[in-house]
């Protein structure tokens, strides 16, 4: 019971500031998956690793209605790769950890995994260059061995129960 009391003294806030990543398991008509080389950049440790579509929620994109996540899916889906993302499904939420930021301090990061379709097989994507050096459409097998990097195994999951 002590532990309830506790918990009653705490003070509790309605938001805290976060980072909600959407990372996005692309899949053409034939079920191939489209994974991307990331840039090469010092400070990112991921750098030169594959990847799947993704990015974070921003401002604009919690503005436009009742689903910002698939604002934020078509989005970046369209910008890393120039394709238009439909059919968008949820596969799974994962803790991602915290991120340093030099004005919040410590902020806790969620990472919704998702998973689309593009019309078409291996359409020809459109790298933006600041993001990703190149890309390959792949079986979901293949993807399954490509390298990540340190990303606790997210993207592998990702794109594993994108085909459940």
Known sequence: MDKFKEMEKKEYVDWLPSKTLFKTAVIDEAGNVLVSRRVKKDWDSRSEKWDINGGALDKKDALVGSKPHEVT????????????????????????????????????????????????????????????????????????????????????????????
């Open 73 to 164: 899916i078509i989005r970046e889906v369209s910008e890393e790769s120039g394709l238009k993302a439909e059919a968008i499904e949820c596969v799974g939420f994962f803790d991602s950890g915290v991120k340093v930021s030099s004005s919040e301090g410590n902020i806790p990061v969620c990472v919704n995994g998702f998973k689309c379709k593009v019309k078409g097989v291996r359409p020809e994507v459109k790298l933006s260059d600041d993001e990703h050096s190149e890309s390959k459409w792949v079986s979901k097998d293949e993807a399954l061995a490509f390298d990540f990097g340190d990303d606790g195994g997210m993207c592998r999951e990702i794109i594993r129960l994108a085909f459940e």
